[in-house]
């Protein structure tokens, strides 16, 4: 029985599915509930929880080593499949402490990050008392994968669709595709504004070769951040996935199973935080764009400081996709400094340092 038990949401999906927007839109709609946030970045620099702080219920507890001011909870530089014992069961202790305070508790893994591993860990005596998993909604980014992206089993993608794709067929990034689709309660399928016609049929099959007839798939596009009736839907599952999740059999398993050394899927992949002073934002966009079409970068995210702007500019780039926004005022106590996370593979720094560097407008004295 799963009464008085908090239920957590897990949302994972791969770096740019969605995530973060999905976790801004439950906080902004689903009213009326106390929610903890729990948010892990595989970068060094979690940008995620910056962009979620203000969409956060206020918290009136004092921050400490890993909770911000708003309640959130930051298990940075590191996939949380990896650091579960280290990272996780310590905040999921302190939220267990004060249960009375909390009504739901929502966790964005890593994009690179395995659910598996983070949801047995509910299992565990001290949180498996108080807490059960209402949900794994894994999210899938439409566009990408009905592209041919992240799986080669996509049916019939065009050539030229393929042709300059270079993430088709990479391993890596289909056992994760694999892994966090196996372990889904919900299936969300993003950015279906962007499909082409028949691409909706690609992901069906797609996701049905990797899921069980009993796991919905939904379609959903920007619309769903005004919809708090299906956003309260999503909170309220019940699927207390914890108990199944031994029965789920993953990649990540057989790596282990066959004696590999912590060899995750992500263990491929690559981060760096590319930090500079004020920026000129066209020049930064355009050295973006040409970067991705040069190295393997899976996504880019972070902020920047555009001269005489008195707001942040949020930038994130997906694949060639690139999308920039002001979400804050500059703070008086904080630097204006550009902070951007490339997450990709093989990744030359100095190479990626020099061509953002210039964007950089010279500091006049
Ligand atoms: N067109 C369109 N864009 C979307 C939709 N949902 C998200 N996006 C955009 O996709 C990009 C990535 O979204 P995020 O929410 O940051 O994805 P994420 O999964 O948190 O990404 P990581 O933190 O890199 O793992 C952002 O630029 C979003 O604005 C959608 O339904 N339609």
Same mark, same amino acid.
């Given at each position: ?11 994972t999906g ?87 305070d909390i ?50 089993? $996509? ?8 042709? !300059?794709? /270079? &993430?088709?067929? +990479?391993?890596?990034?289909? *056992?994760? #595709?694999?892994?966090?689709?196996s372990a ?26 990797? $899921? ?8 959903? !596009?920007? /619309? &769903?951040?005004? +919809?708090?009736?299906?956003? *309260?839907? #999503? ?55 040409? #970067? ?74």
């Amino acid at each position: 029985m799963n009464l008085n038990k908090i239920p957590a949401t897990v949302v994972t999906g791969f770096l740019g599915s969605g995530k973060t927007t999905l976790l801004a839109s439950l906080l902004r709609q689903v009213t009326g509930k106390r929610i903890a946030v729990i948010v892990n970045e595989f970068g060094e620099q979690d940008i995620d929880s910056s962009l979620l702080r203000g969409c956060a219920l206020s918290c009136e507890e004092d921050a400490t080593a890993v909770e911000t001011e708003s309640g959130i909870f930051e298990l940075a530089n590191g996939c949380i499949c990896c650091t579960v014992e280290e990272e996780f069961l310590p905040v999921m202790k302190k939220l267990m402490a004060r249960r009375d305070d909390i009504d739901h508790i929502l966790i964005e893994t890593s994009g690179l990050a395995l659910p598996k591993p983070l949801v047995q860990a509910f299992n565990w005596p001290e949180v498996r008392q108080h807490c059960t998993v209402d949900a794994i909604i894994t999210l899938i980014d439409g566009p990408a994968v009905a592209a041919g992206r992240y799986a080669s089993d $996509v049916g019939k993608v065009e050539a030229q669709r393929l042709a !300059d794709d /270079s &993430l088709d067929h +990479d391993p890596s990034l289909r *056992e994760l #595709l694999d892994d966090q689709l196996s372990a889904a309660d919900l299936v969300l399928v993003s950015k279906t504004d962007l499909l082409e016609p028949g691409d909706r049929k690609r992901v069906e099959e797609l996701v049905a070769q990797r $899921v069980p007839a009993s796991v919905k798939t939904l379609f959903i !596009d920007q /619309s &769903l951040a005004s +919809d708090s009736a299906q956003l *309260e839907a #999503l909170m309220g599952i019940g699927a207390a996935s914890e108990e199944g999740i031994d029965r789920i059999d993953n990649h990540h398993d057989r790596h282990h199973a066959e004696g590999a050394h912590h060899d995750h899927a992500h263990d491929h992949f690559d981060s760096c935080v590319i930090r500079l002073g004020e920026v000129d934002g066209d020049l930064l966009a355009d050295s973006l764009q040409q #970067l991705v079409k040069t190295q393997e970068i899976y996504r880019a995210k972070g902020f920047a400081a555009i001269p005489g702007k008195p707001m942040r500019r949020v930038i994130q780039a997906v694949g060639e996709r690139q999308e920039g926004y002001f979400d804050r005022l500059w703070r008086a106590d904080e630097e204006r400094l550009t902070q951007l996370v490339i997450i990709g593979r093989a990744l030359d720094k100095q190479a990626l340092h020099a061509a953002l560097a210039s964007a950089e407008i010279e500091a006049t004295a």
